[in-house]
């Protein structure tokens, strides 16, 4: 399965600022998903990362906040802009790398906002 | 709405005995279900799926079941280990084509030695 590098692994960060999270994979992957968690819930789906266009974004996520690049098969940047408190999550880089396989995770990014 | 849910937020067991972990889903159109392991600053691990025309799947001491009239599956683990003490997730997806996947609100698990 794809190996999946997420940095920074975490981070404390100021109330106002954006962070960008980078997702590397080591091969080409169709599709890639941005998933956060936030403290004790569920993964929820932010959005999906498409190559050469501009993200799908699930209800209640939108691009002003949460704004997406895929330049190619095999990187995407997820921005977690002007930060709030209520932003301090997990967030989480996955792939799905062929027809009929498994969701593939990264080890995530833990952010932190004061 | 939750379309997957976990109703036990937490198990314990005894090591070496069986768990169970429950999940139900609400969306009859989910055809492939997936459960995944969390531990601790790490990122979900797949662990074992089942697609809508099977009931049981099989992986080790991984079982999961699935009960499509009732929507409802289990995985079972056996013998329960300390190290399969984690975060236990449940998913569903519509097929097993590219699409996105719902995922519960989890169960932890805590398996004592």
């Known amino acids: 399965s794809a190996v999946i590098s997420q940095k920074p692994s975490r981070d404390i960060c100021q109330r106002g600022t954006s962070l960008t999270i980078q997702c590397q994979v080591d091969?080409?992957?169709?599709?890639m998903f941005w998933y956060r968690q936030q403290p004790g819930q569920s993964l929820t789906l932010i959005a999906t990362?498409?190559?050469?266009?501009?993200?799908?974004?699930e209800s209640g996520f939108v691009i002003d906040k949460f704004p997406i690049s895929r330049p190619n098969l095999t990187f995407s940047t997820l921005t977690v802009s002007n930060m709030s408190p209520e932003d301090s999550s997990i967030y989480l880089c996955?792939?799905?790398?062929?027809?009929?396989?498994?969701?593939?995770f990264g080890n995530g990014t833990r952010l932190t906002v004061t | 709405d939750q379309q997957v849910k976990q109703n036990s937020p937490s198990l314990s067991v005894q090591e070496g005995r069986i768990s169970i972990l429950n999940c139900d889903y609400t969306?009859?159109?989910?055809?492939?279900f997936l459960w995944y392991k969390k531990y601790p600053a790490e990122g979900p691990t797949f662990l074992i799926s089942?697609?809508?025309?099977?009931d049981k799947n099989e992986d080790g001491r991984f079982t999961v079941f699935l009960n499509k009239s009732a929507k409802h599956l289990s995985l079972h683990i056996v013998p329960s280990q300390p190290g399969d003490s984690a975060v236990y997730f449940c998913?569903?997806?519509?097929?097993?084509?590219?699409?996105?996947?719902?995922f519960g609100p989890g169960t932890s698990l805590s398996v004592i030695p």
């Open positions: 996955s792939v799905w790398d062929s027809y009929n396989s498994p969701l593939h």
């Open positions: 091969s080409q992957v169709t599709m």
């Open positions: 990362a498409n190559q050469g266009s501009e993200a799908t974004y």
């Open positions: 969306n009859s159109m989910f055809d492939y």
């Open positions: 089942i697609s809508s025309i099977k």
């Open positions: 998913a569903a997806k519509e097929g097993t084509s590219y699409d996105k996947v719902i």
